[in-house]
């Protein structure tokens, strides 16, 4: 094969460029698809599938079979020509235009998006608000509560129900004297006070035994279901069992029960902790994402749209992963999700946007300050894939792109740069609401 005419578009991200495929390599190539179409082929004096190629393209053409033919070298070709061109292609090539000429020889044209270059703006000593997390004695106990209610017991009670208690009920509803679609239940648990009804319904089953009936009148809310928004409506009500939930005695026992610890003071300790690390990690999460965001504003570049298409993929999968469906495309899993194609990419377009930019900000950064991967960070990072993997290092290295693998190290650390050079600005409830409207804003 030989190479030619390379031409590259910086504005759109994309190169052109020939590929000329000898003539034994493209009649090797016109068999091959001789031999896929024949069987469809069918010419009269021949048993479908037998004609001679001769044949066939004495009836049709001696170029009958070169658009297969093309298609069949194609990735080959394309393959040969990148390298050539030394262009770090995005996506799916397009054979733009081919020729073969009197000596059989087959000249390929395609065009391809590559991955975009970028001028750079700031992106060292960037300001952003960044919140420091406190935990209080509430947080603990709400942490604290919710162990205790998924270890309480459960007790029927021979009282009248009061807010808190799990009331089972039999209901059914009218409206204007009928009974209307999904308006009745039996045996259902009905937790007062949780919000899970009409507003107003729970509170009324307040002080009703067990074996008593009750007319609960409430009044859909305007945003409720149209048929029903803003209707007065009654449910009979016949109250089975009222349940007690007991909850165990915060004390040492139980600390021993549900964790590692010995003490509540210990097991208080250790919550705080937890909850700290986690809230504070998420708190500097965002704080990087604000960086990382307005190194972007500072920076130019030009994303191609082939870019944005492996990032919607990327998406998808990660989604599919988190379901535990991992291997499947992105078209089968928005099916099982119960949407289209199209409305997947608009919801989660922004974010691919987003995520392409970054992409082309941190190696943008890794070449402007000339990072590069050592052999201890690549040894820690094949080791780190082989962990979560349950791969072997060897295994790894044999498995996935060490220049790949070397490019995301450098990624890495043009990320952590731009977070050690940051300046911290104080957080509040406010500026997070400014950063919530700002992000809107932009995605519109």
């Known amino acids: 094969m030989n190479y030619k005419n390379f031409e590259k578009n910086t504005e759109n991200s994309t190169v052109s460029f020939q590929v000329e495929v000898d003539s034994a390599a493209f009649e090797k190539a016109v068999a091959a698809a001789y031999q896929k179409n024949k069987k469809d082929i069918f010419i009269q004096g021949f048993r479908k599938g037998k004609a001679p190629r001769q044949v066939i393209e004495g009836m049709y053409g001696k170029d009958v079979f070169y658009d297969d033919a093309v298609n069949e070298i194609a990735y080959e070709a394309f393959e040969f020509g990148a390298k050539e061109a030394g262009a770090e292609t995005i996506g799916i090539p397009t054979i733009t235009d081919y020729n073969v000429a009197d000596d059989k020889t087959c000249l390929i044209s395609f065009t391809v998006a590559t991955y975009p270059e970028a001028t750079l703006g700031q992106y060292k000593e960037l300001e952003a608000p960044h919140q420091y997390v406190e935990i209080s004695d509430e947080d603990v106990m709400q942490e604290i509560d919710s162990v205790r209610q998924r270890n309480a017991r459960i007790n029927t009670v021979e009282r009248a129900a009061k807010l808190g208690d799990t009331a089972v009920i039999d209901f059914v509803g009218f409206v204007d004297g009928a009974e209307f679609e999904g308006g009745s239940g039996s045996e259902y648990p009905l937790v007062l006070g949780s919000g899970s009804f009409i507003p107003g319904f729970e509170e009324?089953?307040?002080?009703?035994?067990?074996?008593?009936s009750k007319d609960v009148v409430v009044t859909f809310p305007e945003d409720y279901e149209p048929s029903l928004a803003g209707k007065e409506a009654t449910f009979k009500c016949l109250v089975s069992e009222v349940k007690e939930t007991e909850l165990p005695e915060l004390d040492d026992e139980f600390v021993k029960d549900v964790s590692e610890f010995d003490t509540v003071e210990e097991y208080k300790n250790s919550i705080a902790e937890n909850l700290k690390n986690t809230r504070q990690s998420q708190a500097d999460d965002e704080f990087h994402n604000r960086l990382l965001l307005a190194a972007v504003e500072n920076m130019q570049t030009n994303i191609p749209e082939a870019m944005i298409e492996e990032k919607l993929e990327e998406i998808a999968s990660n989604y599919a992963s988190s379901f535990g469906l991992s291997g499947i495309s992105k078209a089968q899993f928005v099916q099982m999700m119960g949407m289209s194609e199209e409305m997947f990419d608009e919801v989660t377009r922004p974010n691919a946007e987003r995520d392409a930019k970054v992409d082309v900000l941190l190696r943008a950064v890794a070449e402007a300050e000339k990072m590069e991967a050592t052999e201890e960070e690549i040894d820690d990072l094949v080791k780190e894939i082989a962990e979560a993997y349950q791969m072997t290092a060897d295994d790894v290295k044999e498995k996935i792109d060490m220049d790949a693998a070397k490019r995301d190290i450098c990624c890495r650390k043009a990320a952590e740069l731009i977070?050690?050079?940051?300046?911290?600005?104080?957080?509040?409830?406010?500026?997070a609401v400014e950063e919530i409207l700002k992000a809107a804003a932009t995605e519109e």
């Open 419 to 431: 977070y050690s050079t940051a300046k911290d600005l104080p957080w509040t409830e406010e500026s």
């Open 204 to 212: 009324q089953l307040v002080g009703v035994s067990a074996g008593e």
